[in-house]
């Protein structure tokens, strides 16, 4: 959501004549996107910004905290950083162009939700050329008991079919490839009569983009008529990202995910007869309040029997303000949460490798995004799971899709030749 919230900004700032610069040292206005999701995003971002505020070179150089750290900080961040020029929460930061045009010299703080939906109206721009997300809503209904999203972008909303078709049919005039749709828990997409299934056969419809992928799916609102466009939808991209959370039912009651393991499991068992060799990915959370051994072992014994492709696998962290900072003692201790989190990430490791060996001889449809970061003669690219694909070939493959056979795999990488 922060990538797709970038790539927004990008064009707001494009569109008021703003220029972006190679690195922040040379750059008029710097911004800096945060995330709150965990703490250490929030460790990460805050040092971030004070290596940033070092760049100022003059009072005309601005520095803007904007994102989640910026709506859930306001003000307190101005204490932390007296550098910072502009504070501007998840729903604001589009307002970036207008206010700097505004700018008096004085610090600007807005955190205000759920005011302004102009971005809906602004065409996504991202990095990546060929690959673009595209927001079709923002927010969560959902208030898991861990989670801090809801507090910091407010309840669902949901853009019109006809502006994501606009912007998708845009982005194919522009030469992407690729479009991810994002929003907190895109099953839960409504708009009129229009599902989320409705939507993505809208967009196979009434656009010639080539590839469609999607983020974030919640198991406990991912459908049958979802899961069957994996078996009839070839432009729709083999991959699922399903966060499981926990292996163990009382700990994702207590967790408020509101689905058991017997329906994740069903959920699984429905998008491999869709389409069988679909990667599916997850996010686990070892550590949460009460969590036992045993219940630690249930995560583990889930994830070796899903077989994930890979996993985002985190130490319980309180967000203040949620539920469950609110209700449950983090009682689990430090050490106990790091050996769990260990022993799990050495476990989906070597998951992964088995997962990605499956891979060698099989071809696949590659999308050429750029180079390897360590040697430019070698093409990067995803898959149609998502998985990285690095390959020689001395022909210029960049923005194309092209077949690639898998030679080797590690557990995050894929090597392989075109055919
Ligand atoms: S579904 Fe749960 S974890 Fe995901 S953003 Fe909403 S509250 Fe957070």
Redesign the pocket.
Known sequence: MNLADSGILSTAMEAAGYQPVPEPEKAGVIILNTCSVREKAEVRALGRLRELSRLKRDQETCLCAIGCMAQRMGDTLIKEIPAIDFILGTERLFELPRLLAQRNGLPVVDTELGADLSWAELPPSSDNAFSVHVTISRG?????A?????YLRGPERHRLPKAIIEDVNHLVEKGVTEVTLVG??VNSYESGEVSFPDLIQLVIRETDIQRIRFI?S?PKDISGELISLFATEPRLMGHVHL?LQSGSDRILEKMF?RYNILHFQNRIDQLRQARSDIALTTDLIVGFPTETEEEFEMTLEAVRRIHFDGAYMFRYSVRSGTWAAKNLIDDIPEADKLRRLKKLIASQKEISFEVNQEEIGRVRSVLVDGTSRRDQNVWKGKTEGNKTILFRNDDDLLGQVVPVRVLRADSWTLHGETV
């Open positions: 969560c209904n959902n208030y898991c861990y989670c801090i999203v809801p907190q828990n974030t919640h966060a995910r």
